[in-house]
């Protein structure tokens, strides 16, 4: 677990240049694009057809600017959602996909020859399950669960993560320290509540896992698939129980728990810790951050008593699991039918091209990225960019020295953070260097495994050096951004600075609205309730008196309670607690991102457009990024497990700005509607 808070749900991560002391005043603000150029959306910037005017704004504010286009876009096949996100991910994989396409053709391109062996599909087939034979062998000559667990540090290696999640990343109270850490993990369904409530939504996601497990092993040609496949369920089951909940699992105070290999050890003594450490390569390690502990400790001991037939089949499972997309056909199919379809409601497996794609983008991304920004990311949208993030910085600036609940030493600390601020624009100034991986043409499963191993190893190398900041975790072609507390940076990857969030041409309101908000959420994320937590150096360390934690809680409370209030399906609403963070980054994102905006007006009104005036474009932009249209599956999925509410819920935050009920005439009895004492002011 990374402290590294993406700007949305994604499904792996890993936690530029300095704002100087003058990046706090009000800088200058951007010039106005040539008056003939035209936006890519719209008259201005935004798509007024999709709008449905017959809402009122202060009854659904996410209906009244995104639905007719809700009502008329349709969820591809190949996907569990759709909306501004995924249409621009589709661009970015297509713009990939011409790249791979060309490298593929050109000779010495190791992520060409990784993407022809994604793509050689008769050859794929032909194989079958023999590339992943000698992996299985391995388990199957374990014939205790101290065996198995070191086979399991070995697996580690390969993208095969039992029973724990690891990785290494700065200590937090540490942050120029890098430090191996281990988390809790394990499990084949999302999260614990898959295993243990007795929802009947949930109930038939363990049945139809089941079922999955029992086809892996058949397609395996394994014997008796049905009650070993219950075993591991059961044995899954136990795990879940021990699992930390996701809202423990986000607190930065209570994840942080140093231990040695001897406090293992004394903590969990029949699992073996020697084996599982040295196969992973950190035996030597003097401490180790622990992050869910007693889950930890807890799973290792009922690892280290399961019966080892049990043992086995839970690891085989496991590694057949995370490797079926790289095998035959038959694998992919069942794969997707449960991961795909059963999990997220998806009909269809995405095409050869996109799955290949998404491949060599996470084992090569810079390689691929390089090539992608010199065509796609012109240095004017980098400085545009680059401006927007100045101007949002000095308003978060501005707030801060305004804010009534903090006290001045706590405002002096707080403005000392931001200014510390180091900002990622585009791209990484240096490129990753892929020379140590190898690379083979023919063998598709074998450079899965050595790219895992790359990563693995990479990772490793970084113990005992100090933390190399310019590092990147996201590729230049992502859709996203994040914010890192322990580096005290805000990344934007080139991909997400596109029109609905970015456009030089479009008007001001509509950037500010849609990029700005972006930003200033992610700027916000270092002040949130887990962010707030990391001092100006990224150290966790309290920095805060008393008094401000007090009142900064009774804020966050009943924001908490206003996101709590939202039922997305009968008796299954928005968790204000899991999703605090977040709805935390929208609420201060659109504050800062607005009063950007109004400073570049220099004091001047804005002009309407199209009969819409300066303050309801910059709305009409925050909502427009958020048109998504959901699969049931996926949203109570992602109801469960994401730290960020629906996307509907992200619009409505609006509800806490006295701006937006002055633009839009909103009025008590309108469902929106909140008195006055009720908006939630923090930043």
Known sequence: MRYLIA?????????????????????APAAAPAAAAKPTIGDFGFDAAGMDRSVNAGDDFYAYANGTWAKDTAIPADRSNYGMFTMLEELSNERTHKILEEQQKAAGSKSGDFYASFMDRAAVNKAGIAPLQPTLKEIDGADTPAALTAVMGKLSRKGINLPFGTYVDSDDKSPDSPIFQILQGGLGLPDRDYYLSEDPGLVSKREAYRGYMVKLMALAGEKNAEARAKAVLDLETEIARLHWTQVDSRDADKTYNKMTAAELKKAAPAFNWDGYLKEIGVAQQPAFLVR??????????LIAKTPAAVLKDYTKVHTIDEMAPYLSQPFVDANFAFHGTSLNGTPENQADWKRGVTLVTGAMGEEVGKIYVERYFPPESKA????????????????IQGLAWMAPETKARARAKLAAFTPKIGYPETWRDYSALTVKRDDLLGNVMRANEFEHARGIGKLGKPIDRTEWFMTPMTINAYANFAWNEIVFPAAILQPPFFDPYADAAINYGGIGAVIGHEISHHFDDQGSKYDETGSLKEWWTPGDVQRFNALTDKLGAQYDGYEVFPGKSVNGKLTMGENIGDLAGVTIAYDAYQATLGGKPAPAIDGFSG?????????????????????????????????????????????????????????????????????
């Open 7 to 27: 700007l949305l749900w994604a499904s792996t991560a890993v936690a530029g240049y300095a704002v100087s002391a003058a990046a706090q005043d009000a800088p």
């Open 292 to 301: 869910q502990p007693t889950a930890v400790t807890g799973m290792a001991a």
């Open 615 to 683: 303050d309801q474009r910059f709305y009409l932009g925050w909502a427009q990024v958020w048109r998504r249209n959901y699969r049931d599956d996926n949203l109570l999925q992602r109801l469960i497990t994401d730290p960020h509410s629906p996307s509907k819920q992200r619009t409505y935050v609006v509800r806490n700005f006295d701006q937006w009920y002055k633009a839009y005439g909103v009025q008590p009895g309108q469902k929106l509607y909140l008195a006055p004492d009720q908006r939630v002011h923090i930043w």
């Open 384 to 399: 545009a960019a680059d401006t927007l993030v100045k101007n949002v910085i000095a308003a978060m600036d501005r707030r």
